[in-house]
């Protein structure tokens, strides 16, 4: 599978935005999806991630409350709803896939083999 991530911009904090995850090949509905992000010059950060096929949700404590991960079947894609949004929270997003059910934590990054390009989100303070 192909992900697609967008929905990337410049907001002002306290803002909102949604980032989507799309699949442009195949169908990832038996795909358990995360997001990620980096700042530059330091490491790739877990953000969020719902599992499949329970759909529980999983986030990482600075976005816990703020962010609300999401999926939509029929679109094939998943959601980064992101809201009071902080000039912290400023970085590269990745969405990521693992095929099936993952055991344990899905805040590694190598539980997941397919990766998005990276969608850029800039919070002015």
């Known amino acids: 599978v192909q992900l697609q991530a967008s929905g990337g911009g410049l907001v002002q904090a306290g803002g909102s935005l949604r980032l989507s995850c799309a699949a442009s090949?195949?169908?990832?509905?038996?795909?358990?999806v995360g997001w990620f992000r980096q700042v530059p010059g330091s490491e790739r950060d877990f953000v969020a991630a719902?599992?499949?096929?329970?759909?529980?949700?999983y986030y990482g404590d600075s976005v816990k409350g703020r962010f609300t991960i999401s999926r939509d079947y029929a679109k094939n894609t998943v959601y980064l709803q992101m809201n009071s949004l902080k000039p912290e929270d400023t970085a590269v997003y990745y969405c990521?896939?693992?095929?099936?059910?993952?055991?344990?934590?899905?805040?590694?990054?190598?539980?997941?083999?397919?990766w998005g390009q990276g969608t850029l989100v800039t919070v002015s303070s």
């Open positions: 719902i599992r499949w096929p329970t759909g529980s949700t």
């Open positions: 990521a896939a693992q095929r099936g059910a993952i055991a344990g934590t899905m805040a590694v990054q190598r539980r997941y083999d397919y």
């Open positions: 090949e195949g169908t990832f509905s038996s795909y358990a």
